[in-house]
């Protein structure tokens, strides 16, 4: 639990929930102005702060803001996009529910989430809570693709996000 309290928050910062940025109130020190935007760019690519002497990404902030209690779970940006911090835009999910929002690895060699070549085909493989699943083999790509999307849509539901 933070030592930051709700009060302080609002105290300190204003949110306006049309665009999801949170600026600043008070002036804190040299270096802040009142009206400066609360957050910068972590190599996550998520936006984080200090506010009242807690570091913390600014999604974690506006659920705290809005709904006046600190997230005891992962929050979700429905559209993945992680400067995204409209209310809207925020839901709770475990940690399961937010890897099935997640895009398609960087890395992946078939450009299809869950879906890897093999030497005569392609596999179709699902984490869900930590454990990896192998759906099947498959002769196509587009095979093996369908499969894990029935996957995630019945694992993850509305967090199932299997392109």
């Given at each position: 639990m933070p030592r930051l309290s709700h009060s302080?928050?609002?105290?300190l910062v204003s949110y306006?929930?049309?665009?999801?940025?949170?600026t600043?109130?008070?002036?804190?020190?040299?270096?802040?102005?009142?009206?400066?935007?609360?957050?910068?760019?972590s190599g996550n690519g998520y936006l984080m702060a200090r506010i009242g002497g807690v570091v913390g990404y600014i999604h974690q902030f506006v659920w705290f803001y809005v709904h006046g209690i600190w997230p005891d779970h992962d929050i979700d940006?429905?559209?993945?996009?992680?400067?995204?911090?409209r209310a809207g835009n925020l839901r709770r999910a475990t940690e399961s529910q937010n890897s099935g929002n997640s895009p398609v690895h960087k890395d992946s060699k078939s450009g299809i989430k869950g879906v890897h070549p093999k030497r005569d085909g392609w596999c179709a493989q699902i984490m869900c809570q930590g454990q990896r699943v192998t759906l099947g083999s498959f002769k196509t790509k587009e095979d093996?693709?369908?499969?894990?999307?029935?996957?995630?849509?019945?694992?993850?539901?509305?967090?199932?996000?299997?392109?």
């Open positions: 302080e928050l609002l105290r306006d929930p049309e665009t999801g940025i949170l600043r109130k008070v002036r804190t020190s040299n270096r802040v102005k009142v009206g400066d935007l609360v957050g910068s760019p940006h429905k559209d993945r996009n992680r400067q995204n911090n093996a693709a369908a499969a894990y999307a029935m996957a995630a849509n019945k694992l993850f539901g509305e967090f199932a996000r299997p392109a």
